[in-house]
Each structure stands twice: as structure tokens, then as C-alpha cells.
């Protein structure tokens, strides 16, 4: 049996024993989590969320760029739809981990890399790639500096270490700006 029909018996029995049809499109929790793509680091499994409580927002590296500023004015539109406009009494987490594989990409394909982050191959020195402690304080330094995204967001920094499983606070909770 190839793994693809292992996934489809798992939907099956999702779908006979945990579904829930009466979650919303909006997280209970009012929290929006960006996170990387790793499989280590499934923000559903690191923080132990219950379904329905956050949207996650992945990417390589879990690093804010053009492509997440898109995304961002979408659910904003997508929650307006579904009755409760994102940002004020939201929670917005940037979630970076250790050993992250976007340093391979920053050593072996900078080019790659800077389109993927938006930016000239030179500057991406200045986005400290190979360090998940400063990288995630310069990806909220530049959600706060965003004019487009909501004000009333509480935003947060952690770095989740793959070695102990922890998560430290990098950047304590602050409103994303005063509006």
C-alpha cells in the first residue's frame, strides 16, 4: 500500500471519529500563527492547538515576505466575510525554529532565496537567515513597520528549539502598532 492510500484510511476515520462540523471559518482563538514548513515544527503539534483555534500561515522559513502581506489582506477580507474583521483582539505569532533548512537555501541558492523573500540577493545578509532568534524579531520589526495590517493585533515573537522542543518568547506580546 503506498502512503497515499494510508492517508485516505486515516480521512476515513478522521471523518467517522473527530470530525467537527461545527467549526467556523474564523479561529476561536482569534490567532493567526506563521510558521515554516518543517515537519518538526507543526504548530498544531508544538503548541498544542485544538482544531478550529488558529489559522497557520506556512512558508519556508516562516519568514514574513511579500507572499505573506498577500495573504494577510486576503483573510482580512475572508474574515470580514465570515463576521469578525481581523485585528483588534487578534494574536499574530511569528513562529521560527533551530536548524532551519532555509539556511541551506541562503548558502547554496541566495538567489532563490531573495525572491522569495522580496528583496535583493545583497540584502539578505540583513534578514540573518542562519539565526532564528534575530530573524524572527526582524520579521516582526517588519509587520509592525507594515501600514496595511491592523493595528490592533497583538504580535509576538518564539523560536521553537528541534533539540529540546521548547519554544522561547524572542519577542514578548505588544500591540502591532497604535492605530
Known sequence: MDFLNTLIQR?????????AAELKIIPS????????VDPRVDPMDVLKLEPGEAAIIRNVGGRVNPALFETMV?????SK??????????????????????????????????????VATEALAALEI??????????VAALKANPNLP???????????VTTGLVDTVVPSA???EE
Request: net charge negative; glycine share 14%; with cysteine.
Open 11 to 19: 480521512n476515513a476515520e478522521f471523518a467517522a471519529t473527530d470530525f
Open 130 to 139: 542562519d539565526d532564528p532568534y534575530k530573524a524572527v524579531a526582524i520579521d
Open 175 to 177: 500591540r502591532l502598532r
Open 74 to 78: 486576503i483573510l482580512g477580507t475572508v
Open 81 to 118: 466575510v465570515g463576521g469578525a474583521a481581523v485585528g483588534e483582539g487578534w494574536n499574530l505569532i511569528v513562529l521560527h525554529h533551530t536548524q532551519c533548512g532555509i539556511s541551506g537555501c541562503y548558502h547554496h541558492a541566495p538567489e532563490l532565496l531573495a525572491k522569495h523573500m522580496g
Open 29 to 36: 482563538r482569534k490567532t493567526l500563527i506563521l510558521g515554516c
Open 151 to 161: 493595528g490592533g493585533f497583538t504580535v509576538t515573537g518564539l523560536v521553537y528549539d
